[in-house]
């Protein structure tokens, strides 16, 4: 059996329908292509209480180091209404030299070229001059919290250490060889609650409308940018995502007004410093008096949700000038060095060791219809085999 063929691979993962939190076969699919080619294939199922089971994947080839790990996901967002799909979304047809399928590029195929391009290497070489490793996870879709966090734990308190780590992320917004992820921004959410008085609508200086107040906090939020950028990052940046009173009537006032916002930060704010200036902006908003003219100060709550994602920045100029190389051979292209977009569970594994992010182009990722070249799959295969390359002739002679 041969995992050479990116195609092939990428494939057999999509046909598995891995919608988080489900494994859907495809960790068992991707250990029948490690098996086989030496690796030692651990399952690790991670639970807590209020969230579904999640099953992940670790896999080593090799005992010695250096040690490299190859870091992703199977789990794949929902398709959607599937007779919107050109193809079905699990059924990983070719047409017209693209492969469609969801998983297709975020990040089965990230997956799949990995795969590939690891057993050319070997099928070259021979034995690795040391280790790599797979962590995969089937919760990076989902919360995040039965995914890569925990199987990293899972596997360093089983002895486990890495030297450096790449995420197979789509990282292009437009063609192979575009960008690597050096970095990502933080990302934090919360929820402000007003309180006002309900009454009628004709008769507003009976009530007090909580909108109003919430109207003048949020334009604070998100009227002043919060920065101009740093350095290596893009400016911090502030999104209102939701705004709420519950009430069906046009007629009323309602009592309280709730709005939910997710700032993605830089390296120019901790959260502390961050959470101090939004709940700064907020206290001089709600005072306010030009919507609520002769009114007292709002009275609101401001909650945080869920976990704070930190901002982190790989400083490894070897790891991405190896990477960036790799991909100049193949592609001819200078890769940009950059940190825009969204997190990662990089965000996680950046407390093991340097890691970066390069896999295919993210254009249709989540979309009805994700696909990819199929010519994009063997240009991926060929990276990361240069890189696999460069990085143990580089971690070898250090
Ligand atoms: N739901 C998870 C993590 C959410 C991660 C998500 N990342 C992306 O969409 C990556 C796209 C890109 O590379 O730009 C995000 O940024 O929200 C959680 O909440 O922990
Ligand atoms: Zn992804
Ligand atoms: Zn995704």
Redesign the pocket.
Known sequence: MTVSDPVENLSKLIRCPSVTPEEGGALTALAGMLEPLGFTVERMTAREAGTPDVENLYARLGAAGPHLMFAGHTDVVPPGDESAWKHPPFAAAIDDGRLYGRGAVDMKGGIACFVAALARHVEEHGPLAGSVSFLITGD?????INGTDKLLQWAHARGERWDAALVG?P?NPDALGDMIKVGRRG?LSGRITVTGTQGHVAYPHRADNPLRALTAMLSALMATPFDDGTDRFPPSNLEVTSVDTGNPATNVIAATATAVFNIRFNDRWSEETLKAEIAARLERAAADTALRPGREPARFALEWL??V?PVFLTRDDKLAGGLSDAIKAVTGREPALSTT????DARFIKDYCPVVEFGLV?ESMHKVDENVPVADLEQLTRIYRAFIERWFAIAVAR
């Open positions: 990076e879709e989902g919360p995040s992320e990282t990302s869920g976990r994602s977009g969204g997190t990662s993210g």
